[in-house]
């Protein structure tokens, strides 16, 4: 290398009298606009990839979160018949104890959170089945079912009572 260098450096002048032909700017021209339009191709092909991998990524998720909603929703209806089966058995065996005035105003406290239920029934269609709201639904009809166990309970203590001062009475 070190020869070819001395070459170069003593016959710079030369090399550097001589200018190439437009013939050979063009073809120069040629091979690097052909290297642009592979360049752009790649670039073009590229950015086609990225979208179409991103929208499949978006169109997936999208659909696996409606799956999931319908799911939801289903799994949703099926604990509400449930707890509404329960409430329904619990009320029915306050009004077996008939007209008293104890079981009318347990019948009023589960009015109400019938009521509050029937809101967060209308705010759960609102806002396209809140986890957040199912929630809170659940959690309503489980303490309506506790309130009524509880309210079935005073009753039948209340009952027994009466059974037993019944007894003492006729003896």
Request: aromatic content about 8%; glycine content about 2%.
């Amino acid at each position: 290398m070190d020869e070819l260098e001395r070459f170069i450096q003593q016959n710079r002048q030369q090399f550097d009298a001589d200018i190439p032909s437009d013939k050979v700017w063009k073809g120069v021209q040629h091979q690097s606009q052909k290297q642009d339009r592979w360049i752009g191709m790649w670039k073009v092909a590229a950015v086609l990839l990225l979208i179409s991998t991103a929208y499949l990524i978006v169109d997936k998720r999208m659909t696996t979160a409606d799956n999931n909603s319908v799911s939801m929703e289903s799994d949703f209806k099926q604990v509400e018949q449930y707890y509404g089966q329960l409430i329904a058995q619990k009320k029915s065996e306050i009004a077996e104890y008939g007209q008293t005035e104890l079981s009318t105003e347990f019948l009023v406290e589960i009015e109400r959170l019938d009521q509050m239920y029937a809101q967060l029934k209308k705010t759960y269609k609102s806002q396209n089945s809140s986890e957040m709201v199912s929630d809170m639904m659940i959690k309503n009809l489980q303490m309506r079912i506790e309130i009524l166990t509880r309210q079935v309970e005073i009753l039948n203590g209340l009952k027994n009572q009466e059974n037993e001062s019944n007894e003492h009475i006729e003896i």
